[in-house]
């Protein structure tokens, strides 16, 4: 199973990923060794995540969700995606 999954970021942004273990890529994201982008904007809290049953899958609806326009996002967040 993988996840596609969102992180709101300490200043408010949103950084999206996928991932086949939520709970250790968001450690990694915490403790500066999964990206550049959160590495400064730390701590994040996960606020989104949904399965997919391929790797495929989960990476087109990830480039899917960041092409949306922030406030799609947040809908997207609070109703899912």
């Not at 995540?49 to 969700?65: C, G, L, V």
Request: with cysteine.
């Amino acid at each position: 199973m993988f996840y596609v999954y969102v992180l709101r970021c300490r200043d408010g942004s949103f950084y999206t990923g996928y991932t086949n273990d939520v709970r250790k890529r968001l450690e990694m994201h915490n403790n500066g060794k999964a990206s550049k982008y959160t590495r400064s904007r730390r701590p994040v809290e996960l606020v989104a995540k949904w399965p997919f049953h391929t790797k495929s899958e989960a990476m087109r609806h990830e480039i899917k969700f960041k092409s949306l326009p922030r406030k799609a996002k947040i809908f997207a967040i609070k109703q899912g995606f």
